[in-house]
Antibody
């Protein structure tokens, strides 16, 4: 059974870079037709899609975050990663990784990891 | 401001029927992209409730159903149960934004 697990620092200072990794187990990240995405949820608020990467490395980003976001994939480690630069308190959220096909639902999610931006 | 608009909250008594709307535009729901619905229980990751507008994954009770028309979609829950109390999100693809979009979420309260 496919499982996703987020990992990374739970506390990041303002203006620094948030870095998270999603490790995929129980299946290959190189499976064709699938995207690997990042979604976040600020405290008490709704879900926001951050961006997704196709197994070939092609990336798609939320336009509102595009200038600060980089998503990469490491097929040898079965992982994909998120980097969000110049963070502020508004980036405090639970960050989820998830799998999806282009027009299909995000059907497998990680449990989420809380990232707080604070000095 | 979410691209897909949902009511912030809905409520109903046990056994009743409630619906949650999801209003989009010509670049997402109206462009015939599928709508998916998620249920999020407190402290947990979202779970697919309805996919492809009106399909239920195995294990989802048939009390949950989805529909889509023009630029809107709806989630209906019949025979409300206390365990249905959760946040519900719609999601689709937007061609103008070249990305995936969520509704703002609806909190369902079972009275």
């Amino acid at each position: 059974q496919l499982q996703l697990q987020e990992s990374g620092p739970g506390l990041v200072k303002p203006s620094e870079t948030l870095s998270l990794t999603c490790t995929v187990s129980g299946g290959s990240i190189s499976t064709s037709s699938y995207f690997w995405g990042w979604i976040r949820q600020p405290p008490g608020k709704g879900l926001e899609w951050i961006g997704s990467i196709f197994y070939t490395g092609t990336t798609y980003y939320n336009m509102s975050l595009k200038s600060r976001v980089t998503i990469s994939i490491d097929t040898s480690k079965n992982q994909f990663s998120l980097r969000l630069r110049s963070v502020t308190a508004a980036d405090t959220a639970v960050y989820y990784c998830a799998r999806h096909a282009i027009f299909s639902p995000m059907d497998v999610w990680g449990q989420g990891t809380t990232v707080t931006v604070s000095s | 401001q979410s691209v897909l608009t949902q009511p912030p909250s809905v409520s109903g008594a046990p056994g009743q029927r409630v619906t949650i709307s999801c209003t989009g535009s010509s670049s997402n729901i109206g462009a015939r992209y599928d709508v998916h619905w998620y249920q999020q229980l407190p402290g947990t990751a979202p779970k697919v409730l309805i996919y492809g507008n009106n399909n239920r994954p195995s294990g989802v009770p048939d009390r949950f159903s989805g529909s889509k028309s023009a630029t809107s979609a709806s989630l209906a829950i019949t025979g409300l149960q206390a365990e249905d109390e959760a946040d519900y999100y719609c999601q689709s693809y937007d061609s103008s934004l070249s990305g995936w979009v969520f509704g703002g979420g609806t909190k369902l309260t079972v009275l």
